[in-house]
């Protein structure tokens, strides 16, 4: 029989408030897409077949380039908050849970940073 209370069994092991900001920046993000992955599918169609200068010259529009880079943000934000989401269900060891959501948040600010610059390039 335990003298402990209930509380205190549970102290320190509760939630870490963050599951809120969590759930809505991965909703928020996702509305954002809906009308971005659109503008993005069309511009994709309209650019098949296209050269380098047909790419440049449409990214070179600041309309273009702009919804390109938000769509970026919000696609690279939703990827990363998804995945992970995935590795703090799924993920056994402590150590192999940090090392994964530190390896996910760096894979999630090397790609937006290479895509930005890819899209800035063109742009300017």
Do not use: C
């Amino acid at each position: 029989m335990s003298t402990r209370t209930p509380l205190s069994k549970v102290q320190g092991l509760g939630s870490a408030h963050s599951g809120v900001a969590h759930f809505w920046r991965q909703r928020a993000t996702a509305v954002a897409l809906v009308p971005l992955a659109i503008w993005f599918v069309i511009s994709a169609l309209h650019l098949v077949g296209g050269d380098h200068t047909a790419v440049s010259d449409f990214f070179g529009e600041p309309v273009n380039a702009i919804l390109m880079i938000l769509f970026i943000l919000a696609a690279v934000t939703h990827m990363s908050l998804g995945i992970q989401v995935v590795i703090e269900d799924y993920a056994e060891s402590e150590g192999g849970k940090l090392a994964l959501l530190l390896l996910n948040k760096a894979f999630a600010w090397i790609v937006g940073a290479a895509s930005l610059f890819a899209v800035l390039k063109m742009a300017l």
